[in-house]
């Protein structure tokens, strides 16, 4: 006999859920408890639904799963930030990030298996894109964290960054879902000015979002203000030029008035001169914007080097002097490759997955 498929109950919405109970002969009410316990109360099986009855909490397994994610692994940097590797239902493994500071608890999410960018200074890069994740899997991610920082720190999560692996911006309908799911009051109820999602530069993708009513952060991976540096480490760049990603930018910005953030690696000896900063200065007066330099994390290619921090402070001093807001972000997580950019599944898990 032919097995058949089982559907994730999250692919479905509310009103879907309601339609497959009320064919079953059950209540609409049912079918609005089982949608709480799904996202709000994130259960991971049917039998956790104790609100229901026994029959109401066992049909809907013959034809439907959850598809939780699992944490198959768990390490805790020198500087307290802690990398999970999330098993998905499939097998394959993504990593997530939390980042705790003085004043925030910061998650780090990844949107893909992988990624298809092959950005030449990122691990994620190197991994080939495997699949999307599903809205569901980027929200077990916020909740899976969200509870480390309650446990740990004793603190709420108060920021979500897509800026773990994969890009957000090709996954878009399940992205999109996500920041839905965990901004709604029938899910974890957070202010979307807490989310950012950042891109590589899809302009395409940055214009839809304009258009689809974004309320979220923006972020933009720009690491060089020039196409032929950019091209140089960012292949993306050969098919959304910086003038292309320049013009999306404006488009978002006059919809929905939210200030851009542009990421800038720092690499020694390419792109951390005032040559460069006087560049990044003009892309900047395209639209209202604030710098994130970042340090680089070595991937262990040796390809890059972390600029200098005095050549650092004399880039960001410039781009200050010259009315734009510059901040130096110092790298967390590193010792645990957990940094921006590491993110590769280095555990042991992930080695005997490739085997
Ligand atoms: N694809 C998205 C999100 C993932 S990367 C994007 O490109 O924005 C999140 C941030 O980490 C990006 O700014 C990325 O450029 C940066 N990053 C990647 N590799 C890095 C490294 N080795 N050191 C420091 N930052 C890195």
């Known amino acids: 006999m032919e097995t058949q498929k089982l559907i994730d109950i999250r692919s479905l919405s509310q009103e879907q859920i309601k339609e497959v109970f009320l064919a079953k002969g059950e209540k609409a009410f049912r079918a609005t408890q089982v949608y709480e316990w799904l996202w709000k109360k994130t ?46 239902h499939d097998n394959h493994l993504v990593e997530g990030v939390l980042i705790p500071a003085d004043d925030r608890m910061t998650a780090c999410v990844s ?19 495997k699949r999307n994740l599903d809205p569901g899997e980027i929200y077990d991610q916020v909740v899976t964290i969200a509870r480390q920082a309650e446990e740990n720190f004793g603190q709420k999560l108060t920021n979500i960054v897509y800026m773990g692996m994969g890009e957000p911006l090709l996954n878009y309908a399940n992205v999109w879902d996500s920041i839905e799911r965990i901004t709604s009051p029938t899910g974890l109820n957070m202010a ?55 013009k999306a930018l404006q488009h978002f910005y006059n919809k929905t008035k939210s200030r851009i953030t542009f990421e800038y690696i720092a690499f020694k000896d390419f792109n951390e001169s005032i040559e460069d900063a006087k ?22 290619d040796g390809q890059f080097e972390k600029a200098d921090s005095k050549k650092i402070d004399a880039f960001c001093a410039y781009l200050e002097k010259n009315g ?14 957990a940094a921006c950019g590491q993110l590769a599944n280095k555990n042991k898990l992930a080695m005997e997955q490739l085997k």
């Open 43 to 88: 259960a991971s099986d049917f039998k956790q639904m104790s609100n229901l009855s026994i029959d109401t909490r066992n049909w809907p397994k013959e034809n439907y799963v959850i598809n939780h994610v699992k944490v198959v692994d768990k390490q805790i940097s020198s500087d307290k930030t802690i990398k999970s590797g999330f098993k998905l």
């Open 111 to 129: 949107s893909q298996v992988g990624c298809s960018l092959t950005c030449k200074f990122c691990a994620t890069g190197y991994m080939d894109r």
């Open 279 to 300: 560049m990044l200065l003009k892309f900047c007066k395209k639209v209202p914007a604030k710098v994130n330099v970042i340090e680089y994390n070595p991937t262990g």
């Open 324 to 337: 734009v807001k510059a901040t130096v972000r110092r790298s967390r997580g590193n010792d645990i490759d």
């Open 192 to 246: 979307a000015k807490r989310i950012t999602v950042s891109t590589a530069g899809i302009a395409k993708m940055i214009k839809k979002l304009a258009d689809d009513g974004a309320k979220f952060n923006l972020a933009v991976s720009l690491h060089a203000a020039d196409d032929v540096k950019r091209d140089t480490i960012m292949p993306i760049n050969e098919s959304n030029s910086l003038e292309a990603v320049g």
